[in-house]
């Protein structure tokens, strides 16, 4: 098991930055490839970025390159996603999620532990 609770998120207005962090306790962080999804109001809930468990290969989706970093520190057992150029359309709660280390994948479904998501809100 491991146990997954983001935090950092909040208001920003568009153009601000924020950096989400996902604190991981259970069995060894260290082990487990992470992830970070979000979910907008009416929406599905969508990939964002994913980073293997020592870091040597990351994944984003589009719309976040170039504005968003996927990082993590296996000595505190931490994520993170730094956020920068928000948009209003960045706006949703965003989750951090883990799977066992085989492959970087974009699909909900192979994270068996998620988080409780963290509210990221951008203003215009």
């Known amino acids: 098991q491991v146990q997954l609770v983001e935090s950092g998120g909040g208001l920003v207005q568009a153009g601000g930055s924020l950096r989400l962090s996902c604190a991981a306790s259970g069995r060894t962080f260290s082990m487990y490839n992470m992830a970070w999804f979000r979910q907008a109001p009416g929406k599905e809930r969508e990939f964002v970025a994913a980073i293997t468990s020592n870091s040597d290969s990351t994944r984003y989706v589009n719309f976040v390159k170039g504005r968003f970093t996927i990082s993590r520190d296996n000595t505190k057992n931490t994520g993170y996603l730094q956020m920068n150029s928000l948009r209003p359309e960045d706006t949703a709660v965003y989750y951090c999620?883990?799977?066992?280390?085989?492959?970087?994948?974009?699909?909900?479904?192979?994270?068996?532990?998620w988080g409780q998501g963290t509210q990221v809100s951008v203003s215009s």
């Open positions: 999620a883990a799977k066992p280390s085989y492959g970087l994948s974009a699909a909900r479904s192979e994270y068996g532990y």
